[in-house]
């Protein structure tokens, strides 16, 4: 049996708590992702990328295939890439800030770019359209990327160690 009190709260305009169910927030969540994809689809369509997508719902299309190795988790990746928002918003550009350099699988990356960079060798290049649950979610990054943001990067695997 499911206990009454709800597993989040809101103040309402009367002063009183409002409880939503576990059920209740799924379905918010359900409909807020719906809502995400349907922006993705739209910007997918403008843009006529012919993209697959993941299991996790990432979207990629590598554009320039070596045919090499794929990279694999616990190995460190240098990558390029500009990373921008759907509405066109540039968020970084390593021309500006230089490559990045990452444990695949362990930090300091979106987790659809750790996923993203296992589907390419090196000299690969790719689009990758990482919906917020795979980035930076409900909470943004505080800075540059907004709450429930879709993330568009245009990334070449540099090299693998």
Same mark, same amino acid.
């Given at each position: 049996?499911?206990?009454?009190?709800?597993?989040?709260?809101?103040?309402?305009?009367?002063?009183?708590?409002?409880?939503?169910?576990?059920?209740?927030?799924?379905?918010?969540?359900?409909?807020?992702?719906?809502?995400?994809?349907?922006?993705?689809?739209?910007?997918?369509?403008?843009?006529?990328?012919?993209?697959?997508?993941t299991e996790?719902?990432?979207?990629?299309?590598?554009?320039?295939?070596?045919?090499?190795?794929?990279?694999?988790? %616990?190995?460190?990746?240098? =990558?390029?890439? +500009?990373?921008? *928002?759907?509405?066109?918003?540039?968020? !970084? &550009?390593?021309a500006v800030?230089?490559?990045?350099?990452?444990?695949?699988?362990?930090?300091?990356?979106?987790?659809?770019?750790?996923?993203?960079?296992?589907?390419?060798?090196?000299?690969?290049?790719?689009?990758?359209?990482?919906?917020s649950f795979?980035?930076?979610?409900?909470? %943004?990054?505080?800075?540059? =990327?907004?709450? +429930?943001?879709? *993330?568009?990067?245009?990334?070449?695997? !540099? &090299?693998?160690?």
């Amino acid at each position: 049996m499911l206990s009454s009190a709800g597993c989040k709260n809101k103040t309402q305009q009367d002063g009183q708590t409002r409880s939503y169910t576990k059920e209740e927030l799924m379905d918010m969540n359900r409909n807020r992702v719906g809502v995400e994809m349907d922006l993705i689809d739209d910007f997918v369509g403008k843009t006529g990328w012919k993209m697959k997508k993941t299991e996790t719902g990432l979207l990629y299309d590598v554009y320039h295939s070596t045919g090499g190795d794929l990279a694999i988790p %616990g190995q460190y990746a240098e =990558i390029s890439f +500009n990373c921008y *928002l759907l509405d066109g918003t540039v968020i !970084e &550009s390593t021309a500006v800030n230089g490559n990045r350099k990452f444990l695949i699988g362990e930090d300091q990356m979106v987790n659809g770019i750790h996923e993203g960079v296992t589907l390419m060798a090196v000299g690969d290049s790719a689009r990758f359209i990482v919906p917020s649950f795979l980035a930076y979610g409900l909470t %943004g990054d505080q800075n540059k =990327i907004p709450s +429930n943001a879709a *993330l568009v990067f245009d990334l070449s695997l !540099e &090299s693998l160690d």
